[in-house]
């Protein structure tokens, strides 16, 4: 416990007993109201997730809000399909590639827009902010116009480029094909949020620990490794974690690009997967069986960012 | 500008007595290694903002231009109607005023709500803190897919279906572990030094907490508040499912009828909807900005 | 600032916010509301049809309300499952005719077999058998769209002019056409390459079927010599007159886009198409796609809506309701906004309804909307298109998958 701590604690022994109660309490007043909308709201749907993963539960057990009981096999039926493991690999690799390239530019996005002049930095940022804020309904609508083989933009300007004839070019044609245009627009919509949120991080870097471990005489490399970024370790922690979360379970990008006409076995990704084979075909049964194994899956992809983050609070 | 930058730029912190034409030197390579990064800058800014640059340009164009086989970069003959278009639309200002409710009240509840329950996590030693830490990152992880239907019936069963509230309380319960999760991160980043350097005697601990992290956390609740606004703002998912009744929808449910006809799609109604609909997110982010680089320093230099 | 009083104020600014919200949006219905929901086709494009119902039905029915809520296609169906659970359904709903018998077999909807509808006797076969299942009507049709050839007169006129009486004609005519305008994004017949719906019309024109019942299980029939016949036909037609790549789909282009750019002699698709073919709409005409059989036309996929009374809603007046919206004053004022009625009656001998007349329709499996969703059709027409697949592999794969399917 640091120095200011104990005179605290010092303080707060020598205080009477309904007092102390009431201090012991506060951390729990402050995390009630998030515990109360949560139970609220997600408590039965939660219990209804797990109940009817175990449950036979399509559209009519629906209707008459009966289901019927059978065990593990939702879950079994669910692993002992190829299909699902063949999904699991082309989206762990997907989460792979998206998470790398969203946190590496957009942290080197945070970076240039501390080097550059204001006026810059207000244009970039309006600019990081209007991708920001195109709801992905809307920006996958843009990107099919614009990359449709018929008379996308793209076409037309890789062609003028002359980068090479791209008169009519499938975008789509091939399954890495597909899933490269998920992944650029995936990583184009997110990189505002870890740009911004990597800025901030930086603006709360105090100027005079930077000047105290300049006077000592530290380059700019020692002072980014001893001052910066211990103060941008959570924040890295957080995102990275954050994005794996999110691009492992996306559904709308996918769906939408690729196109609900041409989402199939050889291209889903497991927010499609679970969608189709569960929601789609309305067998929620399966669907929430599903659901709870891309939770633990994704539990087990995050562990070592979530451990550390928890970890981080333990120290304080 | 920050601190680092002109660490990263290579300023000098102390005034040496240097000759004259070094010191020449050493400003223009510094304007040089400027103009070099605004260049690039400048590229960054052009290659992502294509897009929505695509989208305000076509919301310009009248239709023949929009379905020409020549894609052409500014309209020729640039035109509103698409705008008066979208907002004759039914419904238009009644789904405006829904969204800004709904992301007014959205913002406002889930930022107090979870900075209290950040500063428990970050700075309290309490049975159940890691619980709650793993419970709030659990929820996180929670695919949306599967808890649309049993959410719904919760809904139905408080008469909330079809009601802004069941949207708010949905959109809080989306946002909260996630605004939690992201502000003990940024509460965590605080340097020790900072805070116990500000600790006042005779105050109460969560007094003190406040008065001196509010202003250290700024950027942090700053950036975390844009998130939650532009998500809310943005969700459709459950915005589609809860509200059935058009004149109690938001903005992205009233996006969607334009491309969910069976018929043609109005492309240039569609993207003057879309150019509209981005209006209030960039508003709210220019009052804002201004936090996330300078509010800090103010803090901390007077400590 | 005090902190703690700005939060304290920002708390009660959100609470007030939410007051101010609670009060405004209403939620509840009262007890006398008829909720319908329609597809926002009918708010864009004949809503008067909709308001004369409304005042019809509130006429005879003093003292009830009706409160229409326009859906979209992509996600309604979602949202009924959530209103199905939630006990809160609406009293009458629009559904596509694929939709209809998943839900049907569900026990969704109510009986309606009792009740006399206008023009009963004579509704239009093919959109009355998606409202059947079991031996009893779910559904009432409401209107339906077909398919037929819109295509670019100038164009036609430069390559000999006469319109094709069979596909051989046809083709001989998309490769003059072809021959006239060189273009490497030019398509004398532009059909997106896994457009199920233009593919089946083959198959079907060759006696072939997706799939049949044999001793009450079914069996997937792609595979079967009629079927493959149909099959190579399409790919030979495909060949010869379209340059859109094999794994493409008729909404992304939509085929009107394409002519609108000049890209397109024509194209097989609904008819409404000529709204917005950009420049050239005063230069669009249409005929009926012909069969492989001389003078006759090919079968088409009839599209339509079915009006149907969810379980839990109040079946008389959702009945009396759906009887305004299409007695015959109702199915005049569609057939002239372009559609085809639900009765033989009022067919009249446009394009649109010439095309009407020959007409295939999907397998009536509660189970066909997940073979719809999992793309089977269209993973195979790509992979037999594009050469990846023989035309028997590619079919034998889609009609095993067709088979464990709809058996499900």
Known sequence: ?316 | MSAVSEVAAGAPPVARATPRAASIRRARRRRLRRAVWNVVGLGVFLVLVFPVFWMISTAFKPDTEIHSSSPTWFSIHPTLQHFRDAMARPYFWEVVKNSLIVVGAVVALSMVVAFLAAVALAKYRFTGNKLFVVLVIGILMLPQAGLVIPLYVVLAKYHLTNHLMGLVLTHLVILLPFAVWTLRGFIMGIPKELEEAAMVDGSSRLGAFTRILLPLVAPGLVATSVFVFITSWNEYIFANVILTDQANQTLTVWLSYFYGTSRATDWGGLMAASTLTAIPVVIFFLLVQRKIAFGLTAGAVKA | MNVRAMAAAVLVAALAVVAVGVGGASGGSSANTLTVWLQVDAQSGWSEVVAAANAQFKAQNPGWDVDVQYQTWGTHLAKFDATLAGGNAPDVIEMGNTEMTKYSAAGAFQDLTAISFPNKSTWLQGLAASGRYGGKIYGVPYYAGSRVVTYRTDLFRQAGGKIPQSQAEFIALAKRIGAKNKAKTFSPVYIAGTDWYVAMSFVYDYGGQIAITRKGKWVGTLDKPAALAGLAAYKRFFEASSRAPAGSNEGTPPPYDVMAHGNAASTYGAGWFTCCVGDYKSKVAQFVMPSHTKGQPIPGFLGGSDLAVPVGGSKDKAAAWISAFTDNASMTALRAKGNIPNTTSLLGTSVNERAARKSWFVPQSKNWVNVENGNVLRTMLQRILSGRSSIKDAASVASDNITYTLNQ
């Open chain 1, 1 to 316: 416990m640091t120095v200011a701590a104990e005179a605290i604690a010092h303080r707060s022994r020598r205080r009477p007993r309904l007092k102390r109660i009431a201090h012991a309490s506060v951390p729990y007043l402050l995390i009630l109201p998030v515990i109360v909308v949560i139970t609220a709201i997600l408590g039965y749907p939660l219990y209804k997730l797990v109940t009817l993963s175990f449950q036979q539960y399509g559209l009519a057990e629906l209707i008459q809000k009966k289901g019927v009981w059978i065990g593990f096999d939702n879950f079994s039926s669910v692993l002992h399909d190829e299909v699902f493991w063949r999904v699991l690999l082309r989206t762990v690799i997907f989460t792979a590639a998206n998470v790398g390239l969203t946190i590496g530019l957009g942290t080197l996005i945070a970076f240039l827009l501390v080097r550059v002049s204001t006026w810059v930095r207000i244009l970039l940022t309006a600019g990081l902010v209007l991708v920001w804020s195109m709801p992905a309904v809307v920006a996958v609508q843009v990107w099919v116009w614009m990359t449709n083989f018929e008379n996308g933009i793209l076409n037309y300007v890789l062609t003028e480029l002359h980068v090479g004839d791209y008169t009519g070019h499938d975008w789509y044609g091939s399954t890495f094909s597909k899933l490269g245009m998920v992944t650029l627009l995936i990583v184009w919509g997110a990189i505002p949020f870890v740009a911004i949120t990597v800025y901030a991080g930086l603006a709360q870097v105090p100027r005079e620990l930077v000047e105290a471990a300049e006077i000592d005489g530290a380059g700019p490399g020692r002072v980014f490794r001893d001052v910066t970024f211990p103060v941008l370790k959570p924040i890295f922690l957080i995102l990275t974690s954050l994005s794996i979360i999110w691009d492992f379970g996306v559904f709308t990008q996918p769906y939408l690009l690729i196109g609900s006409s041409a989402v199939d076995t050889s291209n889903y990704l497991m927010g499609v997967y679970v969608f189709i084979e569960g929601y789609s075909h309305s067998d929620f049964g399966r669907g929430a069986a599903i659901s709870l194994l891309m939770l633990l899956i994704v539990a087990v992809l995050s562990i070592f960012y979530v451990r550390r983050m928890v970890k981080m609070g333990e120290a304080q």
